[in-house]
Every structure is written in structure tokens, then in C-alpha cells.
């Protein structure tokens, strides 16, 4: 809830794979700038619930959950300001998300992409059962959803294209539930920032990885320049003019570089600057950026507790509003104490 005048906003991550670049330009700068907003109230949250509908590897959850908050703290998320919190850490989430699906329509449902999604490669591939593989986590994801964003009755909750529609389904749930109950939700809003960096990958498509294109975050420094000399650029020598739509280096350069440093970089190579070279100047330069931070990293990695500790103080903050919060929904749907 928010603090007099000021604007909730929260986002979470869902716990599965390696921390890349990509994130780190398009999402986890942004919003670790963002939270030092003084008008803002953020939330940032590990969504490892979210993760299980993902990801049935324990270790790969556990894995992936431990690097993600390293991850955060590392690159200089005030946990004092924002609320950083563990969404499994809060058992409010999963009794709202109960709350909330008896008040959604399984018709709704019906109509969100990542379902619909998964049930038209069904039907591609000729089976005779459209929901083959598809489980009750996957089809209710946008409810848990909802209720992570309802929680805290978060005004704008920054997110990815493709998370618009789950927004769009909280405010329809919250909606619906105020109708009935009461006026106790906050109808929240997706922020899509289409300024926000989209990074390409080594193959010049979206850094991403479902397309095994990407640069991890936290390589150690000889593969970091390793992994940026892999960047596919063509074949021109040395001397012959190269052009920014030629290689993924131009956008990559440019997310980590000022405006000044940017356009020498682009006079450079159009007076003939090789690729290799270009890239060792990519190389120092987004080296420059992460070396201290890695070392913190690294220290997180090593001193889980430090991080325990910390999760467990955000999770206190939050059920301080959590707790509090759903005695009155419990209320307000007629579950309370006898007398
Ligand atoms: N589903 C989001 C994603 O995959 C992660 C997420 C879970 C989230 N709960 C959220 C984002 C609540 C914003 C608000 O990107």
C-alpha cells in the first residue's frame, strides 16, 4: 500500500536460468535506477512460485534463485528503500491467489496467450488432446500473478510486451472482486517503457535464452571477452568503412557507452576500425562497467546467509502489510474468527 502521495511499483523475476546482459540493460538497471525514485514505493520480488511452472529442476530453481539475488544486491539494489522479498517467503500470496480464483472466470483464462499458445502447438502437432502437458500452474499463472501485484496494491507494475495482458487480467480480476467485496484492491497498470533498451544477442536477434544467443552477466573477465569476440560481425578487412547495421556490436556498445562514446565508436569503424578491435573496446568497456560489481557478486555467491538475511528482513517488511492486509479480505469474503 502506499505511503502518503507516493506510487507503488513493483515487478518480479521469475527464478529460472542465468542472469545476461540482456536482462541487465532492458530490466535490472532500470528498475535498481528506478527505486531510487524518492516519489516511488518499489517492490522487487524473486518469483520462485512462478518458477515451479517453468522449471521442474529443484537444483536449477535453488540455482537460479541464489544467483538472481546476488544478482540484485550486487549491482547496488537499496534494500532499505525497496522492499526485496523471496514471493515464497510470503504465504499471503498463495491464500490471495485462492482468494482470487474464485472470483476469475475460467473463461478468461481461457484467452491468455501463454495458454493459447501452448494449446495451438498442440493442436499443430496433430494429438488428439489440445491441453496434452499443460498443467493447472500454467493455465492459473496470471492469477498468481495477480495476486502478487494486489498484495501490495501496486499503482504500475513495470514489465516486458509480454506481460501486458497479464496486467490487463489483474485489473479485470481486482476489479471483479472490488465489485463484490468491496473496494479493497488498487487497479494496477503495466508500464512498458519502449525507450528501455532491447539488447541483441551474439546473432543480432533479442539477447535471449530460448535462443542460445546470450552473454551471461557474471562470466569471469577472460570469458566475458571471449564471449563478446564470438559476436557475429561479416567479413570485412580492415580498413574497408563498417556500418551500424552490420553487427550486434553497434547496439551492445551503445547500451554500455555515452552518447560521445557512441558516435566515435560509429566514426571509427566507418573510417575502417577492424571488428577485433571494436570488440576489445567492447570488451573493456563493459568490463569497466561489471568489475566491481562482480566482485560483490561473487561475495554474495559465496555468503548465501548475507542474502538469507537480507530476504528475510524484505519478507518482514512486506507481511508487515501483507498480514495485516489479508485479515481484512478474509474478513471481507466472511472468513473470521467465531466470537
Ligand atoms: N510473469 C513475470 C515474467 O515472467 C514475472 C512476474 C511474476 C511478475 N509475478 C509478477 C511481473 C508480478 C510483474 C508483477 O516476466
Known amino acids: 500500500m502506499s505511503q502518503a502521495g ?13 542472469p545476461h546482459l540482456g536482462n541487465y540493460v532492458g530490466a535490472i538497471k532500470p528498475a535498481i535506477e528506478a527505486s531510487r525514485d524518492p516519489n516511488s514505493n518499489a517492490y522487487y520480488f524473486l518469483a520462485d512460485y512462478h518458477a515451479l511452472i517453468k522449471c521442474q529442476q529443484p537444483e536449477q530453481v535453488h540455482q537460479s534463485t541464489r544467483e538472481i539475488a546476488a544478482t540484485w544486491l550486487a549491482l547496488g539494489l537499496d534494500t532499505e528503500q525497496a522492499t526485496f522479498y523471496r514471493q515464497s517467503d510470503i504465504p499471503e500470496i498463495p491464500e490471495l491467489t485462492w482468494m482470487l480464483t474464485c472470483q476469475t472466470a475460467k473463461g478468461l483464462m481461457n484467452r491468455a496467450h501463454a495458454y493459447k499458445a501452448a494449446v495451438q502447438e498442440n493442436e499443430e502437432a496433430g494429438g488428439n488432446d489440445p491441453d496434452k502437458g499443460i498443467t493447472m500452474g500454467l ?6 500473478m495477480a495476486a502478487d501485484i494486489l498484495m501490495f496494491n501496486a499503482h504500475k507494475v513495470p514489465v516486458g510486451k509480454d506481460q501486458i495482458q497479464h496486467i490487463e487480467m489483474a485489473r479485470d480480476i481486482a476489479q471483479r472482486f472490488n465489485h463484490h467485496y468491496g473496494e479493497h484492491f488498487v487497479l494496477p497498470e503495466a508500464v512498458v517503457d519502449d525507450s528501455r533498451a532491447v539488447l541483441p544477442g551474439l546473432d543480432g536477434r533479442k539477447m535471449s535464452k530460448s535462443y542460445g ?9 577472460k570469458k566475458l571477452r571471449k564471449a563478446i ?7 570485412k578487412e580492415p580498413g574497408e568503412p563498417k556500418f551500424a547495421d552490420e553487427s550486434a556490436l553497434f547496439p551492445i556498445y551503445q547500451a ?20 577485433g578491435e571494436a570488440k576489445q573496446r567492447l570488451f573493456e568497456k563493459v ?7 562482480r566482485e560483490a557478486y561473487q561475495h554474495y555467491m559465496d555468503h548465501p546467509q548475507e542474502m538469507e ?7 518482514e517488511k512486506a ?10 479480505l478474509r474478513r471481507a469474503v466472511g472468513i473470521q474468527a467465531m466470537g
Open 309 to 315: 538475511t537480507i530476504l528475510r528482513q524484505g519478507a
Open 6 to 18: 507516493k506510487q507503488t511499483v513493483l515487478t518480479g523475476i521469475t527464478t529460472t536460468g542465468t
Open 287 to 293: 568490463n569497466a562497467e561489471l568489475a566491481d560489481a
Open 139 to 144: 493455465f492459473c499463472y496470471p492469477i498468481l
Open 229 to 235: 569476440m564470438k559476436i557475429v560481425t561479416n567479413s
Open 213 to 221: 544467443n546470450t552473454i551471461p552477466l557474471w562470466l569471469p573477465e
Open 256 to 275: 554500455f557507452a555515452s552518447d560521445s562514446e557512441y558516435a566515435a565508436f560509429v566514426a571509427d569503424l566507418e573510417n575502417g576500425l577492424a571488428w
Open 319 to 328: 507481511r508487515s502489510e501483507a498480514t495485516p492486509f489479508i485479515q481484512r
